[in-house]
């Protein structure tokens, strides 16, 4: 290009501007360079301001050249952290999350470190706990998967979907043993991963085998003296625990690093508590939606009984109307028959009537009987409704004597198998039995799921009852009109009895009475014999 | 000679019973309503009470827990219409239960099961 073998093609705008073509190519030329030599050699007063002033003219060009450099390594990461903030903040899927975490921690093209360990709060247990790793165990395994990585040429989010697809599990199972030795409870506030999580501060731990600070034993399951521990807060919130580490290579883990990397934890702990949370949301959807076709179900139950029960009293009423004078045409007949001779020409005429009548109320006992069986006897049924809607009958009672019956619903309790009604009853002569002739009182009612069956206790913590008045408590008319009408509390047990359901009172030794139903949550053959029967 | 108190708000049954129970040797004296039995049952005592569920207006099991809590000496056998008050909780108070029929053999039976009871009751003490 010309005569300058510095001008390339590309530079044809340096020809028509002298100054460019100083600045960015003469000042770098060997031909400048001993151009300025003889220049000083010359002797010219100005040689020595010259060469002062291309001096730091490279000088100050070798540091932007270096900015720039810099600020594209900036632009690099920004861009970096956009895409995988773009990602993690779309998802709310958690294996999702926990992919593209870890995958931009240990890929070339995130921040290329050759191991990762994540670790998360488990609140219910009370554990900072392993739950997913990353990485090769080996040099063998690590130039294997640097090669696939080359082979495949992917983008990061290529590899975070390709790791949730194919290696999540496998790679989950393969530091199985060490995800567990890193599991920490979170009240061991000594132990570094849990000390490293309350500081929350990122901690770069180096030289962990001589540090006296740093115990062995993490170095050593980890196997490196350098590794650096990322506390995952979301908004001042614990969510867990990134430890990372170059296993394979080496590669000292610069402070730059580990800024870069910080920055990168916060949207990973915001994303792994979103989708936590969602996770936790779908879980209560579903349970409510099922809670709801629960209800559902429980009310057109409700609607088919009460229907079937209108039936039924039309039956009976219109069965009774019929009953009572056939009853007495037949037991008329009977006595007659009974003296009438074998030879009275009227004997035939009285047995037919005996007869007849008796199959008329043959008839009738058929109809009753079938109105019987549409009342439902047993089934299963929500207890929260039915100590919610016991209270809800009572609250007149209640309100007259100004008492109190506090219930709070327990969730999760499983449905219970029993005749509504009559448990119901139960609930209610109970709170009504224990309240007779008292106000301004209070007293508890609960309902908790132990064992294989569901304990609804109520507590009456006014009342003082010695050990030989429980035994009365139970024995009909055995007590005064203090402890109530003295018939209630018996009927109860048997009622009770009837269905196989345990009933327990008992007078704990600080005090008070405690009813105790024991209601079953499965059908057993044996309650399946008709109450009363 | 056993006697028996029935309870029934329907004057041929009444009728009926007596007549029953009578051949059967039993001294039975009847009432129509609640009021009449109490007065009856405070004049002259009474070895066993055949009563009725649906009295008109009043209901019989009210009489039966009365009964149970002043005098449950005294055996109360439960009669009705309807089988379903077998399934009914207070019923469960009575000594015995009857769907009343045209055939009261069944009744007989039950009087007769009740009254021996109560003997053997009597003779240990209880």
């Not at chain 2, 399934?87 to 053999?105: E, H, M, P, Q, R």
Request: hydrophobic share 40%.
């Amino acid at each position: 290009m010309g005569d300058c073998p510095n001008i390339l093609e590309g530079d044809e705008a340096l020809l028509a501007s002298r100054q460019r073509r100083i600045l960015e190519k003469c000042c770098d030329c060997a031909s400048f360079k001993d151009d300025l030599r003889r220049f000083r050699e010359s002797g010219h007063p100005l040689a020595p301001v010259i060469l002062t002033l291309h001096g730091a003219h490279q000088r100050q060009k070798s540091q932007i050249d270096s900015l720039v450099s810099f600020l594209d390594s900036k632009t690099l990461e920004v861009r970096f952290l956009h895409e995988l903030g773009s990602t993690l903040q779309s998802s709310v899927d958690l294996e999702e999350v926990l992919s593209v975490a870890l995958t931009a921690i240990t890929a070339g093209k995130g921040f290329g470190m050759n191991r990762a360990f994540l670790l998360i709060i488990n609140r219910e247990q009370g554990l900072l706990q392993g739950h997913l790793a990353i990485g090769p165990r080996s040099y063998e395994e690590a130039n294997q998967t640097w090669d696939e990585i080359s082979r495949n040429d992917m983008d990061l989010q290529g590899l975070a979907q390709n790791f949730r697809a194919n290696k999540l599990d496998s790679e989950r199972a393969k530091f199985h043993d060490i995800l567990e030795q890193l599991t920490v409870p979170l009240s061991n506030s000594d132990h570094l991963l849990i000390s490293t999580l309350n500081g929350t501060q990122p901690l770069l731990v180096e030289n962990a085998f001589h540090n006296p600070d740093i115990s062995t034993e993490i170095a050593n399951l980890l196997g490196v003296d350098t590794f650096l521990l990322l506390p995952l807060i979301s908004r001042k919130r614990r969510v867990g625990m990134i430890i990372t580490d170059n296993c394979i290579t080496h590669r000292r883990i610069s402070e730059e690093d580990m800024r870069s990397i910080e920055n990168f934890s916060f949207l990973v702990a915001f994303a792994i508590e979103r989708a936590s949370l969602y996770e936790r949301l779908q879980v209560e959807l579903s349970r409510a939606t099922e809670a709801g076709n629960k209800l559902k179900e429980q009310q057109e139950l409700i609607v088919r009984m009460e229907k079937m029960a209108l039936v039924g009293r039309i039956t009976s009423s219109i069965a009774h109307s019929i009953h009572n004078p056939l009853m007495v045409i037949g037991g008329f007949a009977r006595s007659i028959l009974k003296s009438t001779p074998e030879a009275d020409p009227k004997r035939g005429f009285i047995e037919s009537i005996v007869g007849e009548a008796r199959h008329l109320e043959d008839v009738l006992d058929e109809i009753l009987n079938y109105s019987d069986s549409l009342y439902p006897t047993r089934d299963f049924w929500d207890v929260n409704q039915l100590l919610e809607a016991s209270l809800r009958e009572i609250q007149e009672f209640l309100l007259e004597r100004d008492c109190i019956c506090q219930f709070e619903p327990q969730e999760e309790l499983p449905l219970a198998y029993i005749d509504f009604k009559q448990v119901a009853y139960c609930v209610r002569t109970l709170v009504m039995d224990s309240l007779e002739g008292r106000s301004g009182e209070l007293l508890s009612m609960r309902a908790l799921r132990q064992g294989d069956g569901i304990h609804v206790v109520i507590t009456d913590r006014a009342r003082s009852v010695t050990p030989e008045d429980l035994d009365a408590l139970l024995t009909p008319f055995a007590i005064t009109h203090t402890m109530g009408s003295g018939l209630g509390l018996a009927l109860c047990r048997t009622m009770l009895e009837k269905q196989d359901i345990p009933f327990i009172v008992a007078a704990p030794p600080g005090g008070g009475v405690t009813f105790t139903i024991i209601l079953p949550t499965e059908k057993e053959s044996s309650h399946e014999q008709a109450p009363g029967s | 000679m056993s006697r028996l108190l029935v309870v029934d708000d329907e004057a041929n049954i009444r009728i009926l019973y007596s007549e029953e129970l009578a051949d059967e040797g039993y001294e039975v004296v009847t009432a129509a309503n609640t009021a009449e039995a109490i007065e009856k049952l405070q004049q002259t005592p009474f070895d066993l009470v055949v009563l009725d569920i649906k009295l008109k207006n009043e209901n019989g099991i009210e009489l039966l827990q009365k009964l149970v809590r002043e005098r449950h000496e005294m055996p109360v056998i439960l009669c009705s219409a309807f089988s379903c008050y077998k399934d009914d909780f207070s019923a469960w108070l009575a000594d015995g239960y009857i769907v009343k029929s045209g055939d009261l053999t069944e009744l007989k039976q039950e009087i007769a099961r009740v009254l021996a009871k109560k003997i053997q009751k009597a003779k240990i003490g209880l």
